[in-house]
């Protein structure tokens, strides 16, 4: 993969949008312009997307629930339960709850179910996700990328390293107001929620 290609890659991954990450651009090279930069400059920003979770998909990672358990995994590496973020602790975790070694086997959805499950059990039992839906959940909070976020925030008051009662204002700061939201605008938060996880733990 060519580092441009990496780089688009990696703003699609950590949900950043145009004018995001050109501030991202700028603030590590200087730079508004991906074509105005060198090798080196362009070999920065890939650093920079690494330092915020951004991992090109393993060569192999293949099957019909390989996106939805990578995403899950993530998610937990983000609420600060999962240590190791690479696909092959997540294919480790995979064959212990499926006995099945490589997403590229994992083909039955009942086998599927079985590490889905178990993911998000030990999400909702070490982070307090709250996976459920009804007719009263809030059209905002419906998305499992809110759901997350709204975790995230929880451990972060228990830290202390937010206030309890300033999710909102956070998402306000950061992207779109919550009813504008969408499962797609979700990652950028939860990557940055992440990062403020994984140092209010360290």
């Known amino acids: 993969m060519t580092p441009l290609a990496a780089i688009h890659v990696g703003n699609k991954q950590l949900g950043l949008d145009e004018d995001t990450a050109r501030d991202l651009y700028e603030r590590v090279t200087g ?8 090798d080196r400059e362009l070999r920065l920003i890939i650093t920079e997307h690494r330092q915020r979770g951004f991992k090109p998909a393993e060569k192999g990672l293949q099957g019909p629930f390989a996106k939805k358990l990578q995403a899950l995994w ?10 190791d973020r690479r696909d092959a602790a997540m294919l480790s975790f ?16 009942d086998d599927a179910a079985k590490a889905i499950d178990a993911l998000k059990a030990w999400m909702t039992r ?6 459920s839906q009804s007719v009263a959940t809030a059209e905002w909070l419906r998305p499992s990328g809110a759901k997350i976020a709204l975790a995230q925030w929880h451990v972060l008051s228990v830290l202390k390293a937010v206030d309890p009662k300033g ?25 940055a929620l992440g990062d403020m996880v994984r140092k209010a733990k360290a």
């Open 31 to 38: 730079k508004r312009s991906l074509r105005e930069m060198n």
């Open 126 to 131: 070490e982070a307090g996700v709250d996976w």
């Open 74 to 83: 993530i998610a937990a590496w983000n609420l600060g339960i999962v240590r």
């Open 167 to 191: 999710f909102r204002q956070f998402v306000w700061d950061n992207a779109k107001p919550l009813d504008q939201m969408t499962e797609r605008d979700w990652p950028a938060v939860m990557n």
């Open 94 to 109: 995979i064959k212990r709850q499926t006995g099945i070694q490589h997403t590229r086997f994992l083909l039955d959805a």
